[in-house]
């Protein structure tokens, strides 16, 4: 297997040491990966996908009889049609607001009891074009305090991932929109003591990022971890069965992915995470190269 400095960059990054097997000792298919023992040995390729993270704040699982993670590069597979969601009964209406009034709606939001408990809401942040959006879970210590989403540890290995592919949540880091990433969570406010979103916050606050997905006009979202994957598809399937294919969200297509808090724990998951940023980027450049033939 010849790694792309690419390829390299992000492995190193996500945790995962790079080998280059000797040729002879290709045939095994657990060394055709490329992630050396660092990673606890794995099964061979893309067996059906586990049980995992039917929500993201879930304990660390034992990991040992895992199936491999696949981190070859593949083809494309087609979008799946899923159903358009429609803003669930209870959200609020953020229709037809610009990014100034949404921005003034999320702030003055006191549509749950999160509002009692928040020290302030995390808007969103990146580049108002971005081509690529990420949708997190909701708010933690460290970004209800600073107003950003993912600050904290679980948000550096996501800066770290996004470097790896050439993409920044900071606009001055470059001007091109197709390498800038807009950043939301399904819950503009901190749920006391990081406990899960309850289905009436999500439902309430839903109408903020589907607003947020409508400005942004992203060529491609992320979907980290299973409440975004709730709130965006509709789907309580676990993250495991629903990545690893083209979804599609108001006719953007959709990659489903591990949540960052979930690979801190789950490190051996990081390959597999690694195989969706690479989905995600095929599925942004086939359908570049399909706009630019017309
Ligand atoms: N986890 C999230 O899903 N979002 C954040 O902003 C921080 C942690």
Redesign the pocket.
Known sequence: MVWSERQRAMLEVMGLRVWSAPAAAEPDAAAATGVDEAVPSVAPARSPAREDESVSMAPARDNVSMPAPVVSRRPTPAAQPTAVPVAAPGAVNAAGLDWPALREAVASCTACALSDSRTQT?FGTGHPHAHWMIV?????EA?DLSGE??V?R??QLLDNMLRAIGLSRHAGDTPDPAKQVFIA?TLKCRPPRNRNPLPDELARCEGFLIRQIELVRPKIILA??SFAVQSLLRSSAPVGQLRGRVHRYQGVPLIVTY?P?YLLRQQTEKARAWDDLCLALDTVEAAGSIAARG
């Open positions: 995390v997190g879970e909701a708010p933690g970004e989403p993912f904290g679980s948000g969570n980290m971890g949540h808090a």
